[in-house]
């Protein structure tokens, strides 16, 4: 029996309500009642499932002072919170970006990137009370809720009208759109707790609200700027600053517990040594080549392709975006085990493989076809090699994809990169050393320009290092004041 749009209305309307009443909690940070289909216990199992990608995918920093200090000072800010029983974890991720974000269930991360950049213990405690206060005030789960709302509403309207079925599209973007406003608002709310906690435990937080301007900065000197705002998940820097400056006033009258701290030596003697920027131990090119100095191997990339080096893995993307190359390990005991195992993980037809010697490597190479069965025009071939790496104990593979119709186009570029992988022997590459923070005290008076001069900074990254110390090149310095400066590599010879 066919069903009427008011019967059809009238069960989801019953259904929803059957959610509301179960699965309303009180927000630990208002005090209001608000539906959410996310535990506590959720929230902590969930960053506990998801903390191991993290780390994964960043690395650790390993520093123990660092990880020492914001682990004491996160776990001081956490007492003053308004979840003081969740078992809150602090890590530093081993990442040039400037980030800092938090997981549901108390797990608190800042890239080493970030730390390079805060220049007082005050603007780090501002930003720490941020991302405590995501945890806090729920904001994993009330997004999941939202996500979950959303998708129950539009799969409704999907049933009811005929309007959202042939609308579908637009309706999802729009959304979208919606919960991009809601991270905005989350945002904004966590600024506020971020100056209630760093007041709390007695920090200025008129210095979170400078880092704002040192954001600003790096946001127009990276084209972020040109990002329009109502399409950004972060409120405007500038317009931040101003709103924190006048919640910062705020608080200190309300907490009354002046003078309160800013630390600007003690946090940049933290940080003297800290490493800056990508590390190229890891992964660097030159021209078109790739070196990993501390796996010593290297490898030539197509001209005109991209190349983006992670941790976990490194992409090549071809000028036009329809081919790729990915290089990662493999698992396996041998060559052959790491082949079939890729096969059978990624339901791969064979089409032909073999052994092969590739400038010393033992190696292993396949041509595969991943078929989509519903429209075959679409399928993907690719040409995958594996290598032996007998020194490390490794086994990595590196494999070119593209859509079956076009490999034979992209073929010449695939072995282009693969047959030329090999050992890295050059020893000015092997030794390269990545840039390290470097504070400095001025002999006397002088301008931060004059002093970028005197620490042989190159001219074209003056304005970098102005922003990295949050002064402008024309702001004067006093004697013996702090200054970071950048060391170049240096080779070990």
Known sequence: MLLTKHLYFSIFFYVILGIFLSSCSRNPVTGKKELSFMSESQERALGLQSDPQVVT??????????????????????????????????????????????????????????????????????????????????????????????????????????????????????????????SRADESQSDELGVEYSTKVGYDADYMAGFFTTLSRLGKSSGASEIPD??????????RHDKVLELANNWKSKVNAAPYKVERNSYLELIDGIMYGDNPREGFTENNVFYHPDLKFTYPYPSGWQLVNSPSQVQIVGA????????????????????????EQYQLQLVESGSKNVNGYPAYQIVADQVNQEAPEQSARLLAYFYQDTEHDLIYQILGVSAK????????????????????????????????????????????????????????????????NNMNLTDKLETNQYLKVVEKYTINK
Not at 327 to 342: I, N
Not at 435 to 446: A, D, N, S, T, Y
Request: no cysteine; hydrophobic share 40%.
């Open 57 to 182: 995918e960043f690395g650790l920093y390993d520093d123990q002072a660092i990880q020492d200090f914001i682990n004491e000072k996160g776990q001081e800010m956490v007492k003053v919170s308004h979840r003081a029983s969740l078992p809150f974890e602090f890590k530093v991720l081993n990442s040039s970006v400037v980030n800092a974000f938090a997981l549901p269930g108390g797990f608190v991360y800042f890239t080493r990137g970030i730390l390079a950049h805060f220049n007082n213990e005050a603007e780090f405690a501002g930003v720490l009370g941020h991302e405590i206060g995501h945890v806090t005030a729920r904001h994993g789960a009330q997004q999941y809720t939202q996500q979950m709302l959303s998708q129950i509403g539009f799969i409704a309207g999907m049933v009811i009208s005929p309007t959202v079925r042939q609308f579908a599209n637009e309706i999802s973007q729009g959304i979208q759109l919606m919960m991009l406003s809601n």
């Open 320 to 343: 036009e975006g329809n081919a790729m190359m990915i290089m990662s390990l493999a698992q396996g005991s041998s060559l052959k085990e790491a082949a079939d195992g890729f096969i």
């Open 230 to 239: 109502f399409l950004s998940t972060h409120p405007n820097p500038d317009d």
């Open 405 to 468: 119709t076009t490999f034979n186009q992209y073929s010449n570029y695939f072995l282009f990169t693969l047959d030329n992988f090999k050992k890295l022997t050059d020893s000015e590459k092997l030794n390269v050393q990545p840039e390290r923070i470097k504070v400095v005290q001025v002999p006397f008076g002088m301008t931060v320009e004059n002093a970028f001069r005197k620490y042989n900074i190159p001219t074209d990254r003056f304005e970098e290092f102005a922003v990295l």
